[in-house]
């Protein structure tokens, strides 16, 4: 009896420490099944959601899409501003020039340079020196900032050339001058500024005014005398006449002697005479001094020109052979005993 109830216990204790489904003749039963459900992230991934509350990703993290823009509501882009083509430097030749020619003798030659384009797109350059021998127009090469260009004309049975070498601004041109004539070659410089209104029309006005400044008494007028504008220098036109000088004077010394002298000395009236008919196709205009000694020479072509007059004086007699340039607009020359060519 006593075992029955040992084995009996045994049995109870046996059966409640073995796991449920391991007892023996007994078959687990199966895990119910897990769902899944998908969802989307607002940066475009998939995540998965499980049944039993667990849940994870089912591709990495991918960038937006961009969004699809309709032609309506399309963005143009801002245009472009297109360059604008950069205006050559070159063009700033172009226009009238006056020139100031300077040379080892001194001044000299002032003209007025023309610049214009031509047909080919090139430039063409014209010299006025306000002579009857102006040259004919010359190509004129030009390249950032620099040209050049010559002139060749005929004058008294001669070639000249003159050629210019210099730079260029809106505002001013200027450079070297090469000068040759029968042979020989002359340098100089030159400075040219743009012409006003008056000088493109091709006149200018010259005053002058004269006197004599003695030690005793001053400064006195030359007055009621008689000036010439010349084309050319009064030594050249008495040479060209065939004129000689004097013994121990030039020819423009001889002349005023013979100025002086004409009345009295049979040599001096011939050489007067000579001189006189020479002189007179070269005059341009005349004028004749007030008694305070000024004068002017109204509407003169533009050039260079040579101012010649005779007045008697307390010791004997003055001539001046002065060139003057007539650049456009008005001039003023002061004569005196300094820049006469013989004042006695």
Same mark, same amino acid.
């Given at each position: ?9 045994f ?22 099944a ?45 245009p ?14 172009? %226009? ?28 063409? %350059? ?41 730079e ?38 010259l ?9 005793? %008494? ?9 000036f ?13 006449? %065939? ?26 009236a ?70 006469a060519?013989?004042a006695?």
């Amino acid at each position: 009896m006593k075992t029955f109830t040992a084995c009996f216990c045994f049995l109870l204790l046996t059966s409640s420490v073995l796991p449920q489904g391991k007892r023996a003749g007994h078959k687990a039963p199966p895990k119910p099944a897990t769902s899944i459900q998908t969802a989307t992230t607002k940066d475009g991934r998939t995540v998965l959601l499980k049944s039993d509350g667990t849940w994870e990703y089912s591709a990495d993290p991918v960038g937006s899409p961009s969004p699809s823009v309709s032609p309506e509501t399309s963005i143009q882009a801002a245009p472009v501003a297109t360059p604008s083509p950069e205006v050559s430097k070159d063009v700033e030749i172009l %226009g009238n020039w006056l020139l100031k020619i300077t040379s080892a003798s001194g001044p000299g030659n002032p003209a007025m340079l023309r610049i214009t384009p031509d047909e080919a797109g090139t430039f063409l %350059g014209k010299l006025d020196l306000g002579i009857n021998q102006s040259p004919p127009p010359q190509k004129v090469t030009v390249s950032n900032g620099h040209f050049k260009v010559a002139f060749s004309t005929s004058a008294n049975g001669g070639s000249i050339e003159l050629a210019f070498d210099g730079e260029f601004s809106s505002a001013m041109i200027k450079g070297s001058v090469v000068l040759t004539q029968g042979g020989q070659v002359t340098l100089g410089t030159f400075v040219g500024t743009p012409a006003s209104s008056a000088s493109i029309a091709g006149v200018g006005s010259l005053t002058i005014q004269a006197g004599i400044v003695y030690k005793l %008494g001053g400064a006195q007028p030359v007055a009621r005398t008689t000036f010439h504008l010349l084309r050319r220098d009064l030594a050249e036109i008495l040479s060209g006449a %065939g004129l000689r000088p004097d013994k121990n004077m030039n020819l423009l010394q001889t002349f005023a002697f013979a100025y002086r002298y004409q009345g009295s000395n049979r040599n001096y009236a011939n050489f007067f005479q000579v001189a006189s008919a020479a002189i007179q196709p070269n005059i341009v205009a005349s004028t004749v001094t007030d008694f305070s000694g000024v004068a002017q020479f109204p509407s003169v072509p533009i050039g260079a020109y040579y101012l010649v007059g005779y007045t008697e004086t307390r010791g004997g007699f003055a001539l001046w052979d002065v060139m003057v340039a007539v650049n456009g607009g008005s001039v003023s020359v002061v004569l005196d005993q300094n820049n006469a060519a013989i004042a006695l």
